[in-house]
């Protein structure tokens, strides 16, 4: 009868970190009063008082840092961005008194520091001793560290192919120019290693000054997105110089500095046009990613045994219908891709080559959208629990999905304006509008669907849980701990054997899933790697402008990428979590 009463007080309770972490201070005043009991001897009330009261204040005083930390180091990055900005924007409106070489100057200073800080920060403050004693196991799932490898690679051959154009015309430009691309590509080689190693730190030594490197580090990249949206000047180079060539065969002389190999030249233009939107999406992804790491710092995980279960392997489970309708999709967006891009490396592009673009999209948004409608209404239908727990890393998922969606919204909205006040009747007209309509509608249910599924409790969480407490729930037994573990095990087994037959839901929502994230590969695949007809059909560029489209459409379509890779990450942890 004793141990039967005393079995539920023994009963193990999990909570999340963040519960553990905001639970220390009552543990240790428990701890206090356990070690009075055991003794016998009844607590002081002047004795408890004060362990009570240096205990609290030492709390105190470490919250108070750490919001100090943050404060300074978020004022830091803003007064760095304020001066950068205020560069770029008088380039921009007076670019005889601020020339591209002194906001080039500006950009090598942040870069140097930067790039010595994220050296030391691996060479030296890592590796003091319980320096990283946590990880967090959400930041930097291995598709981020892939886009940062993959972009940072394609953002060091675009400087690359910079170099070789400036070297081409090195007769009648400054050597100097040279040094600044040679100061990016080993930047971005050192601050992709870095983030790739260290993306999951937790760092509890040199907080402060860790947190000022990272935000002066992330204020850098958000300079260079900045720039790289707004600065056209290589575009105009390229096409004054085409222009000059032309020129020079009818016979006009002209005083534009012309290339000494034209082959050689023509190579580096492309490269450099098709690799551009790889810089801007390079540098978003490093700006979430030290974001993270910033927040992380000083930050204490406490050991949760349920909370990690390890995530289940990609399987199919007999899903059949997704999948093929989403190869039939990839398969005709690769087909429009090659299309429109040989068509795009001639002198003009035919009018029929943006009816077939746009058709295609009209053809996929609205199947999207409708199979985003029907996830979220299964969804409401489900018997999973809403996680209510504090999630920092899907809290900032959310916001990142939603802030990358305004970017293709935002050039959807351009255009709908630019088509209703110019020629709306028009076959070609008629198809963007649409088109821009069906972008807004699909990005809006599909952050619904996402949004709804991320804050659903994963099946290999809800499971052995629910059978943990219907296990408390009986009359308790006088088992050994090994014959309780192997119940345990073999009820979990069970349960899963039951659900390796998928019911309809579970079944519709991978089919879904995986629908979208072929459909979302797609449609990332077509604007990342080239094929941008926002900027080619003339449309929006006649209305608004030469220089404002290229802003908008460089502003917008970088976040657009970045969405449908976000898009993709969000829909893999759906389908496993189904």
Known sequence: MPAQASAPSQAPSTASPEAQETGAAPAGENQVDVGAEKTGAPASPHQKSWLVRHFSLLLRRDRQAQKAGQLFSGLLALNVVFLGGAFICSMIFNNVAITLGDVWILLAALKVLSLLWLLYYATCTTRHPHAVLYHDPHAGPIWVRGSLVLFGSCTICLNIFRVGYDVSHIHCKSQLELIFPVIEMIFIGVQT?????HCKDCVQVQTNFTRCGLMLTLATDLLLWVLDVTNDSMHHKIKAELNALMENFSGNDTNTCLCLNATVCEVFQKGYLMLYPFSTEYYLICCAVLFVMWKNVGRRLAPHPGAHRGTPPFHLHGVIFGPLLGLMALV??????VLFQIQASGPAIARQYFTLYYAFYIAVLPTMSLACLAGTVIHGLEERELDTLKNPTRSLDVVLLMGA???QMGIAYFSIVAI??????????????????????????QNLFIIEGLHRRPLWESAPEALAEKREAEPPRRDSLLELGQDLRRASLAY????????????????????????????????AFGIHPEFE????????????WFTIVNFGLPLGVFYRMHSVGGLVELYLEA
């Open 193 to 197: 290693w870095v983030l790739w190693k």
């Open 332 to 337: 005709a967006g690769v087909c429009v891709f």
């Open 405 to 407: 969606a305004l970017g």
């Open 420 to 445: 209703v006040a110019t020629h709306p009747h028009e076959l070609l007209n008629r198809l963007i509008l649409a088109y821009s309509l069906l972008l807004i509608l699909q990005h809006i249910v």
């Open 496 to 527: 899963i054997h039951s659900y390796s037959h998928l019911n309809w839901k579970r079944r519709a929502l991978k089919e879904i899933s995986l629908f979208l994230i072929l459909c979302n590969i797609t449609l990332w695949m077509m604007p």
């Open 537 to 548: 059909n003339g449309l929006e560029k006649d209305f608004y402008g030469y220089r404002t």
